[in-house]
Every structure is written in structure tokens, then in C-alpha cells.
């Protein structure tokens, strides 16, 4: 298992090696593991954004793997979580682990964003560490790349469901909505954040590192508007049984996040920066 965290990298020995005064310390251990990491480039790489999963990361990173099988790597990115996440995988002690803790900083977006820039797959992909989103589903979505160059899963194509409380999935359902009409594309499930997709769609598209799980709609967008075809898998979406939700723990930031949505929508059909 290879543990960093976010401070400039050291050139001592081993790949890629990051840390700073006090993960340094801390992480000594599981630093003496960054030669057991996969030699090869595993062909897929699954990034995990996680705060405070403690009750989910392991059922998670199991069912990944128990999915995908050896030729995959499972790459943690943590935000220092105050549940000791990050320990948790840490402890793991297998070379098909990367945990990247970063310090004094939060966010989804970023997360991923780091994610991506570690992952070494052909084939990259990215879901939340809560199993909401079943890894059962990600065979098929990686074998669904043989014809497209990103597939998300989705609960609102037809076949998808989304047992969530009727005003989470009343909520989303708007905002996916106002998605389709401001962004086109014909995409149900604008704001899914449960992908699989080919390394190449990086050379065309990069997601924008900011905000929270709105920048997820600005990256497919991008995609659509650079021609990358886009498959919607319908898959069962379960509320989370274990933990706190980041998005909507209390109604205030419920509705903050519902704003950060619907400003990034309105701010993606006007920026078309690449
Ligand atoms: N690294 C990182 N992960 C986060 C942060 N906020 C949420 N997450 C993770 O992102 C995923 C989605 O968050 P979640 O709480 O399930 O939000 P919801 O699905 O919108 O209710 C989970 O795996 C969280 O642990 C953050 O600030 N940093
Ligand atoms: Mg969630």
C-alpha cells in the first residue's frame, strides 16, 4: 500500500513520494511499503474521494476488488479525516492500495482531480466511498468501453432507481432537469459522479477542481461538447446504511449545495474555457 500526502515530492528513493513534517512521521511504516506498489500499470484505476468513511471505506475497497480482480488499482484520496479514514487504509497493507492524505485541505472535486493525476489505469474511474453505488456495476461499465469513451452509471435512465428520501430525489431530479435543458446532451443523469471512462478522454477533457459534486456536470458537458461518446448504465442507487452524508448532513447545507449546483450549470454553458 503507498501512502503520501499533499506536500512536495522527495527524491530519495521509491516512485512518487510526497509528504511533509508531520505525515511524514506518521506515515513512516506504511512509506517503507512504496516499493510494494504494482510494478506493472495495473489496466484499471478506481479513485475513492473519502471524509469520515470509516464505517464503509473496507466494504468498499473489498467489493472493488472483489469485482474487478487483481488488475486494479484502489486509489484512497483523503482529506484527513478526523475518523481516522485514512488509517484504516493505511493498515491495509496491500500494494493494490493508494492512499493519498492530504492535509489542511477539503474538497470532491480536488480530490478526484488528484486522484487522476496518481492513477496509472487505461481505464480510469471514480465513485463515492459509501456504497451507494454498487461496484457489482463496474465490470460491465468497464466493458462498455470497448464502445464508448466514458460510461456513467445512471439512476435515472430507464431500468435506474434512486431510493433516497422523495425530497433528495425530487431535488436531484430538478437539477439533473435544469441540466438538460441549459446543457443538452440528452444525459438523464447529469450529476451521477459514478464513472468508468478511457485515459484518452484526459487528452481531450479535464475536469475543473473546484466546488463539490456540481463539477462533475461541467466535466460531462466538456465531453459532450468535444464529441466523446457517453453511455448511460441505469443502475439501483441505495442510500447510504453507514455514516453521514457530506452533501446534505443538515438542511442549511443541503440548500447551499443545491445552489453551488445551479450556479455551475449556468457558469458551465457560459464558460466554454477548455
Ligand atoms: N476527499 C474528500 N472526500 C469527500 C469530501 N466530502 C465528501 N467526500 C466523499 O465524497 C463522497 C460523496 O460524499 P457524500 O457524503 O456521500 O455526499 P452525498 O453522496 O452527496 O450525500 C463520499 O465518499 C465522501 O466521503 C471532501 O471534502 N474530501
Ligand atoms: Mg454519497
Known amino acids: 500500500m503507498l501512502s503520501t500526502s499533499s ?10 513520494r510526497y509528504s511533509d513534517v508531520r505525515a511524514c512521521r506518521e506515515n513512516d511504516a506504511s512509506r517503507r511499503k512504496n516499493s510494494d506498489r504494482q510494478v506493472l500499470a495495473p489496466t484499471v484505476s478506481i479513485i475513492l474521494a473519502t471524509y469520515n468513511e470509516l464505517e464503509n471505506i473496507t466494504l468498499t475497497i473489498s467489493a472493488i476488488f472483489e469485482h474487478l480482480g487483481d488488475d486494479v488499482e484502489v486509489i484512497v484520496v483523503d482529506d484527513d479525516s478526523p475518523d481516522g479514514t485514512w488509517r484504516l487504509v493505511e493498515n491495509m497493507d496491500d500494494p493494490r492500495v493508494i492512499l493519498i492524505r492530504r492535509v489542511a485541505t477539503r474538497g470532491l472535486a480536488s480530490a478526484f482531480n488528484r ?7 487505461e481505464y480510469v474511474g471514480w465513485m463515492d466511498a459509501d456504497m451507494c453505488m454498487p461496484p457489482t456495476m463496474l465490470p460491465a461499465m468497464i466493458e462498455s468501453l470497448k464502445t464508448h469513451d466514458i460510461c456513467i452509471g445512471s439512476r435515472y435512465a430507464p431500468g435506474g432507481c434512486d431510493d433516497r428520501t422523495r425530497l433528495r430525489v425530487l431535488c436531484s431530479r430538478a437539477i439533473n432537469g435544469l441540466a438538460s435543458v441549459v446543457l443538452g446532451g440528452g444525459i438523464r443523469d447529469y450529476d451521477s459522479g459514478f464513472v ?21 456536470m461541467e466535466f460531462l458537458y466538456a465531453c459532450h461538447r468535444k464529441g466523446l461518446s457517453i453511455h448511460e448504465m441505469p443502475y439501483h442507487f441505495t442510500d447510504r446504511a453507514l455514516g453521514v452524508s457530506k452533501s446534505a448532513p443538515n438542511i442549511y447545507r443541503f440548500l447551499v449545495t443545491g445552489a453551488g449546483y445551479v450556479s455551475r450549470i449556468l457558469t458551465a454553458r457560459l464558460r466554454r474555457i477548455d
Not at 7 to 16: F, I, K, V
Not at 115 to 121: P, T
Open 7 to 16: 506536500a512536495p515530492p522527495e527524491t530519495d528513493q521509491g516512485p512518487r
Open 115 to 121: 486522484g487522476i493525476i496518481e492513477s496509472r489505469g
Open 196 to 216: 468508468v471512462l478511457r485515459r484518452s478522454v484526459f487528452d481531450r477533457v479535464s475536469i475543473i477542481p473546484t466546488g463539490y459534486g456540481a463539477y462533475f
